[in-house]
């Protein structure tokens, strides 16, 4: 490899990183429901693209492929036998780090939000195509052609996702939210 060929496929990659990388974190994230299995899909992601040698016809082609790998990827993960003799490090109790980033922050006013907590607790299907359809605004077709899926299923699995999340935001908060909120209110 030469030195120009070295610098065109870097120039590529942090293009890739950069116009992408949010939206292939956010994919994993929801898919997963785990921080470190959601940056562990996406390196896995980036280290495919940069071995793979699709020739990608525009950017657009591109962010489809990275979010079409990144589903696959976290249904790989999901599968893995040791995944079920495994405990899930985001589900156990984490001191909170005296000096967190930004980025923890981001994270947990993310997590506090009843938006991302209902998308969050749909079946895998629907949190796929309700993410890809509502946050990175694809089509039905489009997110038919990423998950592999008919557009009709897609559309069924969109209207069952917004059923379940309307039904979720608008569930009565539990009897010890709703005294937190009377004790702060009062």
């Avoid at 009843?114 to 309700?130: F, N, T």
Wanted: glycine residues 2%; negative net charge; charged residues 30%.
């Amino acid at each position: 490899m030469t030195d120009k060929s070295i610098k065109r496929i870097e120039k590529f990659m942090r293009h890739a990183m950069a116009a992408h990388g949010g939206s292939v974190y956010l994919v994993a994230l929801a898919q997963t429901r785990s921080e470190a299995d959601a940056q562990d899909v996406a390196q896995d992601v980036f280290c495919r693209l940069l071995t793979d040698g699709t020739a990608f016809t525009s950017d657009e082609h591109l962010r489809a492929w990275l979010l079409r790998v990144t589903v696959n990827r976290c249904r790989e993960l999901w599968r893995a036998p040791w995944r079920h003799r495994v405990e899930n490090v985001d589900e156990l109790a984490q001191l909170p780090a005296p000096d967190a980033p930004v980025e923890d922050a981001a994270l947990e006013e993310l997590r506090a939000d009843p938006v991302w907590q209902a998308l969050r607790s749909l079946p895998e299907k629907l949190r796929v195509v309700a993410l890809l359809h509502y946050v990175e605004e694809y089509t039905t077709e489009e997110i038919a052609r990423i998950v592999g899926s008919p557009p009709a299923t897609v559309r069924t699995r969109l209207h069952r996702a917004r059923k379940l999340m309307r039904e979720t935001l608008e569930s009565p908060a539990s009897p010890a939210e709703e005294e937190n909120y009377g004790q702060a209110h009062a």
